[in-house]
Structures are given as C-alpha cells and as structure tokens.
Nanobody, 126 residues
Framework: QVQLVESGGGLVQAGGSLRLSCAASGRTFSSYTMGWFRQAPGKEREFVAA????????YYADSVEGRFTISRDNAKSTVDLQMNSLKPEDTGVYYCAATASTLFYGVRTRSTYDYWGQGTQVTVSS
C-alpha cells in the first residue's frame, strides 16, 4: 500500500501562487494514477487534477484549467500541484490521492481512489 503526505499549503493573496507537494511511500509509486482533490467549508470534496502513471496524460477541473499544473516525479515518488493566479474560491483543504485503477474514465471521481493523504490547507484572501 501507499502512504501519502501533502505539504506546501498556506495563506496567499488573490493572484498569488502556491506549489503543493505530495510525497508517497510504499511500493511501486509509478503504478498509481495520482489525483488532487479539494474541499471548501460547507462543500463536498471536488476533483482538481489527475495525472496518469507515466505523467504524460493529465486531467483538470474546468475551474482550474489554465491556472494549475499537475506533475509527477516517479523517481522521487512525488506529485506536485503548481497553483497560479489563485482566487478566493480556491480556498480549501487539498488532498492527494492514489489509485491503482487502469481506467481513465474514473479519474475525476472520489470513489476511484484507494489512498488519501491527510490534506493541507490553502487559504486565498481577497
């Protein structure tokens, strides 16, 4: 199994940037599709971005397309989320997730993911 730990969250003003990182421990990180989800106060956890095993195929929520970039380094067993042009509505707890699923269809769905990190808080002030 894989253990996930997020870092890099913090407080930033609107228009600023943050880079989140997720460190994985366990077996064969490269065999997992990785995703980022976020949860704002009073809202359900929502999909942000995903990256397939080799790193060449990426998916983004419409709300972050063009502003966020997901990447992975399989040699270091890490996945990052570069967040630019941040908006107050980006505020929430960001979670790293992993799935061994080989299907592309479910990468935007919470139930697809088998492992989750503890989350890191991102707060964007206006």
């Amino acid at each position: 199994q894989v253990q996930l730990v997020e870092s890099g969250g913090g407080l930033v003003q609107a228009g600023g940037s943050l880079r989140l990182s997720c460190a994985a421990s366990g077996r064969t990180f490269s065999s997992y599709t990785m995703g980022w989800f976020r949860q704002a106060p009073g809202k359900e956890r929502e999909f942000v971005a995903a990256i397939i095993r080799g790193g060449d195929i990426k998916y983004y929520a419409d709300s972050v397309e063009g502003r966020f970039t997901i990447s992975r380094d399989n040699a270091k067993s890490t996945v990052d989320l570069q967040m630019n042009s941040l908006k107050p509505e980006d505020t929430g707890v960001y979670y790293c997730a992993a799935t061994a699923s080989t299907l592309f269809y479910g990468v935007r769905t919470r139930s697809t993911y088998d492992y989750w990190g503890q989350g890191t808080q991102v707060t964007v002030s206006s």
